[in-house]
C-alpha cells in the first residue's frame, strides 16, 4: 500500500484561479518536503515543514502541516502558467531514514 | 557549488548490456541516495548509502548495485540491463538524514531506456 497519497492525481485550472493539493500519511510525518518537477527535469525543492500546525509560504505558494502531523496541503493562489508541473510531497516517517514518495499531481495552467 | 551532478543525461541499452550511472555531490553530504521514477509512480528507493563504505537496500534494489568509496561519488550499476529497468533515475543527497530537519537536493536525472 502506498504511505503517501496525493490527491488528486491531475489538476488543470484556468489561469488565476486558486488550488489546492493534498498529502496524506497514514503514519505520523517526522518532516514533510513538497518538490516540483517539469517534465524531463530534475526535482526542485519548494518547502520543508516539521512542526505540526506549522504553514510557509514563497511567493504565491503556501504549505500546511496540520497539528496532527499527517496530512499537508499545497495552495497556490491566482495560478500562472509557470506553475504548472508535477508537485510531489516526501516524507521523513520514521525520522532516520530516506523520503518516500507519493506519486504526484500533475498541474495543468490554462489561460 | 555544483549540488549534485549526474551522468549521462541520457542513455539507451540493449538487453543484456551493463552500464554504471554517475552521481557525484560537492556538499559533504553523509546521505546519498538513488531513486528511479516510473510514469505517474512517484519515486522508489532503490539504494541508499549513509557514508563512505556503507550502503542499504531500499524498495526496488534487484537488478542494481552500488558502491560508496569516497563521500563525493555514489555510482549506480545495473547489470543485464532489462526493459523494465526502463525509468528515470535520480540521485539525492542530504547532510544528515532524517528528523525532516535537512533539504534533499536531487540530480537533474538520468532518462534511461532499455531496448
Known amino acids: 500500500s502506498q504511505e503517501l497519497e496525493q490527491s488528486p492525481q491531475s489538476l488543470i485550472v484556468q489561469e488565476g484561479k486558486n488550488l489546492t493539493i493534498n498529502c496524506t500519511s497514514s503514519k505520523t510525518l517526522y518532516g514533510l518536503y513538497w518538490y516540483k518537477q517539469k517534465y524531463g527535469e530534475g526535482l526542485i525543492f519548494l518547502m520543508m515543514l516539521q512542526k505540526g500546525g506549522e504553514e510557509k509560504s514563497h511567493e504565491k505558494i503556501t504549505a500546511k502541516l496540520d497539528e496532527k502531523k499527517q496530512q499537508s496541503s499545497l495552495h497556490i493562489t491566482a495560478s500562472q502558467p509557470s506553475h504548472a508541473g508535477i508537485y510531489l510531497c516526501g516524507a521523513d516517517l520514521s525520522g532516520n531514514t530516506p523520503l518516500v514518495f507519493g506519486k504526484g499531481t500533475r498541474l495543468s495552467v490554462i489561460a | 557549488n555544483a549540488g549534485v551532478t549526474q551522468t549521462p543525461k541520457f542513455r539507451i541499452l540493449k538487453i543484456g548490456q551493463s552500464m554504471t550511472l554517475q552521481c557525484t555531490q560537492d556538499m559533504n553530504h553523509n546521505y546519498m541516495y538513488w531513486y528511479r521514477q516510473d510514469p505517474g509512480m512517484g519515486l522508489k528507493l532503490i539504494y541508499y548509502s549513509v557514508g563512505a563504505g556503507i550502503t542499504d537496500k531500499g524498495e526496488v534494489p534487484n537488478g542494481y548495485n552500488v558502491s560508496r568509496s569516497t563521500t563525493e561519488d555514489f555510482p549506480l550499476r545495473l547489470e543485464l540491463a532489462a526493459p523494465s529497468q526502463t525509468s528515470v533515475y535520480f540521485c539525492?543527497?542530504?547532510?544528515?538524514?532524517?528528523?525532516?530537519?535537512?533539504?534533499?537536493?536531487f540530480g537533474p536525472g538520468t532518462r534511461l531506456t532499455v531496448l
Open positions: 539525492a543527497s542530504i547532510a544528515r538524514g532524517g528528523f525532516g530537519t535537512d533539504t534533499q537536493y
